[in-house]
């Protein structure tokens, strides 16, 4: 009988990033109030380097949701969990990708 050793799919290691490194946060929220600001806030209890430039932010075409990316160097796994573990814990934050 031929025995099939287990090996980790190359696509999914490919995928997984190394750290430290870039990675970019997205978050969506309402517009009509500073959500830019709030993802921030948020970010730099994890970061508290992070400079206000590397946030960049798109309304959407009817104005009612804005998108925050940030830009930034990730340290760990853990690091990018607990980012996103507090932004999706925020009521103003309808999804973090």
Known sequence: ??????????AKEKARPN??????????GRADVDFRSVVLEIIRRH???LDDAAATAR?????KWLAVTVTMQ???RKQL????RDLT???LVVWAL
């Open 59 to 63: 309304m959407s075409s009817g104005g």
């Open 47 to 49: 970061a508290p380097q």
């Open 81 to 84: 969990n607990a980012i996103y």
């Open 19 to 28: 750290f430290p490194s870039r990675y970019a946060i997205k978050a969506m």
């Open 1 to 10: 009988m031929n025995k099939r050793l287990w090996a980790p799919n190359a």
């Open 74 to 76: 990730v340290q760990n």
């Open 89 to 91: 814990a925020h009521d």
